[in-house]
């Protein structure tokens, strides 16, 4: 088993940026592919970025491609997701994940609690 802290969120304005971390303690992290998905208000949870165990390969949904970079070191087991350009409408709870590579938040079986962004206009 792995367990995932998230890190960094905060209040942003709009154009700024923010880097989230996840902490994993446990299973070693390269054991797995990371996911960061996000939930706003009142939502659904939605995918936001993916990454193989290697970090060879990165999956972005389309609203946050060319804005949002997730990367990975393994050897300090922590993931990352690099956000520049924040929207409002990125506003939202951001949560970690850990298990098999994509976009369905089924593929993945390790949750951390959540951390909050919020982009102001």
């Known amino acids: 088993q792995v367990q995932l802290v998230e890190s960094g969120g905060g209040l942003v304005q709009a154009g700024g940026s923010l880097r989230l971390s996840c902490a994993a303690s446990?299973?070693?992290?390269?054991?797995?592919?990371m996911g960061w998905f996000r939930q706003g208000p009142g939502k659904e949870r939605k995918f936001v970025a993916a990454?193989?165990?290697?970090?060879?390969?990165?999956q972005y949904a389309d609203s946050v491609k060319g804005r949002f970079t997730i990367s990975r070191d393994n050897a300090k087991n922590t993931g990352y997701l690099q956000m520049n350009s924040l929207k409002p409408e990125d506003t939202a709870d951001y949560y970690c994940?850990?298990?098999?590579?994509?976009?369905?938040?089924?593929?993945?079986?390790?949750w951390g609690q959540g951390t909050q962004v919020t982009v102001s206009s």
């Open positions: 446990g299973r070693a992290l390269s054991t797995y592919a």
């Open positions: 994940a850990a298990g098999n590579y994509g976009t369905r938040w089924g593929l993945y079986d390790y």
């Open positions: 990454i193989t165990r290697s970090g060879a390969s990165t």
